[in-house]
């Protein structure tokens, strides 16, 4: 079978690639039969020249055009969900029911819906008029955008369909989206359907473009050129700093879901009160994808005492009844294996499984582990290894000093919980925590666990550093999340038929939809007063 | 006379530095009595650890405090403006008047006076509330930042008084002021009103702490301490860059106004139609405070012809004509000439003075410098050289598509201007120009020279790399610039009391205001609806 082509400035085109690479069937292992190129830089160049070209058209497309594709693009991917949900079962092995089709799938759409509603209505902008000194601002687009998805959403984080994308796209910006070489028909059956929409938006061809796959070099010279402006990333800390790294040096914005343990302290009045019901949730929730979320809760601080115990054992038992699924890769697998073997071999004892030793399996079936908080303390940056998968980490704390000790040692982080009781008795033991723990997250949750990652405008999908690369922005929660993709600009006495629509006297109606604009201090959706 | 004593910890107290400076009186070049510690790590230490010792009690601080102590602040420095003003007249040799008692006194109090407005009001923070998953969000205190305030404004970009510190404060984190050491004395007399202003708003004593010196090292190892958030800083291009490669290696945020040339197109109808009109504008911007502003006009693009050579008459006429202060110091005499030599070096021509060679005088007068659009596409790095002071560089181009070349090598400034006819008659070419110039600038003008940077929320002070250090954030322009000075932080499912105020179904009032929340799409002062 030949290889597929990439999709560059509108049309596919073969790749000038002589490496190719196959996605698994991450149920079997086995290699599944489409080809894909393993894009060199001359396909990286033309894709750059063809965004920076794209850019300033886009910029002047109108927000109901930018509406148009997202709404057209979601449709279509609905109507086309039985072949790519398909795909993406094949290639990641995540069930068609209900993850893939009654979970990722609406939340993809309805996510590119909101991008649609945000960039039609214009309020993400945060237009500013200043009538007394004529000045005027809002947020406008970057440029082109480098997305890179991760392996773990092949529809709700893919870099052609994903928050990222929409959010990029939604804000304006050219994106060429670097697929994950996990799922690459899945991410084809997309850019398809992205293909259709464009057209019937009536948006520049090369608004969108696909790279399946690059090597880390190729990918690092993208994020340095000139003609890219910014680049986001999901995925792995290591690729995620190198990225930073070159971002960095080249003065662009780099937004970064980097890595993630999530940590949960569970109060012992909680325990007490409502055993069954925290050790569900905790199941639930740690095992959910078989671990591969992002914002799996892979440590746990408790405070040594009966109830911890019988909490441990409650965990162990579900852990050892809990099915899981296969991985999404043998690289998750290989990674997984590792990050527990690195955690036993520091110390932490293997509650389950008895034997063999989880890194022995593949894959490790449902792994707890233990420490004390006195061996966090002694090397809390082993401890701090994140194993991306079905394991988790319990640290007990022999005093509320200790865990105070232990949250002060913790990394930046996208979410912390905390439990407790709701008769009052943990409240004074949060009131001293909770405040070290808020510091130190993007998402603080009480009573409940963190992989619901709500399509919400009030959530933060960010954090701290090293989760993200900057404290400021959320990977999701419409419109916030399209900030990241623009600069700020503002018009000082520029001439009133010159100005962009959305700071003109009169507030534009896109759609039935108008702009909240600032006027003078008041939010309003008025037109300035004549 | 003995050394002055630091600011840590809410006390005046004895530098460990063996190390001392004096900075002179700026018109004469000879030192002034006063002597200061250039502080060595020790201070900074102390420095820091009272910083991340008072950031969670400032954050718990009520806006109304944040406000009170912004308000005593400029109601202390008003009351004390004539002790303040000598010291900044002596250090700078900027005139008392307007200078820095009708320009900079009122515009650093009005600063000071709306961040106090904006920190109690709260919509700076973006309250976001969604009812429906119950996950509320806001943008909140990050920590400690350090601000590294510049030599060319004593007052309104101090770091102890000026726009940064004062947004730093507004959001509510504890600043560690690293004065410059051209103005000790105006700092100090500063510092001693911030003080007292601490005391009457009962704000933790370590919220505002000041080192008068530090050797660069000490900087970036203080930048690089990971109980320091984010650092702010204006100043050369040259320690900013070293300041963002320490901070993007620790992964926090920096946020620097480094340099910029502000290029100025005229187009020639403007010229033609009121060429007495802009020449006046464009000395007396070019020349304002002898050429020490970030936003003075360095570069101006113009089309070869009779308009333009008359043009070159008229700056010419003026530049000879007009009078010239001293620098603000050696430092940047020396630099002004170094640069000025850079650009005849590189073909330069100097228009004015005709003789001597301007960077043989000490200070330079007035110096006019053109090029051809041909010499600037070859050598775009140099020729794009900042020359800090009173000189300014011409660049001729032969035709509309040599302009449009020179635009695309413009590297990230603050701001952008274009003149154009009144009649239409430049039109195209605006049409033409415009977006590549608008892409390239934080702020475009139109008609309008650059150096008036008001204080409007609408202002953006910023642009792109290397301009700043992101794209997306000013430093001037409240409530904007606050927050710079926060992360993103989410509250899921969190138990109604322990939300932070802003976020409670009851939207407090904070002194007579109350903050505009976006509750379920909708931007409203109300309260949630019950």
Known sequence: MSTHPVLLAGRWQPSTAPETFRADNAATGESLS?????????????????AAEAAPLLRQASPSQLAKFLSTYADRIQANAD???????????????????????????????????????????LPVIDTKNNIRSHHAPLGPILVIGPNNFPLAFNAISGGDFTAAIAAGNPVIAKGHPNHPSTTRLLAEQAVAALEVAGLPKAAVQLIYHMSPDTG??????????????????????????????????????MSSLNPVLILPGALRERPDKIADEFADSALAATGQFCTNPGLTLLLAGKETDTFIAAIKQRFESRKFGPLLSKAVCSGLKESIRTLASAGAKVVTPAHPEPWSMNPPVNTLLTITASQFLDDPHTFQTEAFGNASLFVIADNADQLAQVLSHLEGNLTGCLYTSTTGEDDSLYNRLAPALRRRVGRLLNDKMPTGVALSPAMNHGGPYPSTGHPGFTAVGIPASLRRFSGLESYDAVRANRLPPTLQNKNPINGDKKAWRSIDGRLTQDDVAS
């Open 34 to 50: 489409e080809t894909y190129p393993t894009s060199q830089w001359s396909d990286v160049d033309a894709a750059l020249t063809a």
């Open 83 to 125: 072949a790519i949900i398909a795909a993406a079962n094949a290639e990641t092995a995540l069930p068609i029911t209900p993850r893939l089709k009654d979970i990722e799938l609406p939340r993809t759409l309805t996510q590119l819906r909101q991008g649609a509603s945000a960039a039609e209505e214009g309020t993400w902008s």
């Open 220 to 257: 690092l010279r993208a994020v340095a050129d000139p003609r890219l402006a910014a680049v986001a990333f999901t995925g792995s800390r290591k690729a995620g700093l190198a990225l930073k790294a070159a971002a960095d040096k080249a003065g662009k914005p780099a937004y970064l879901e």
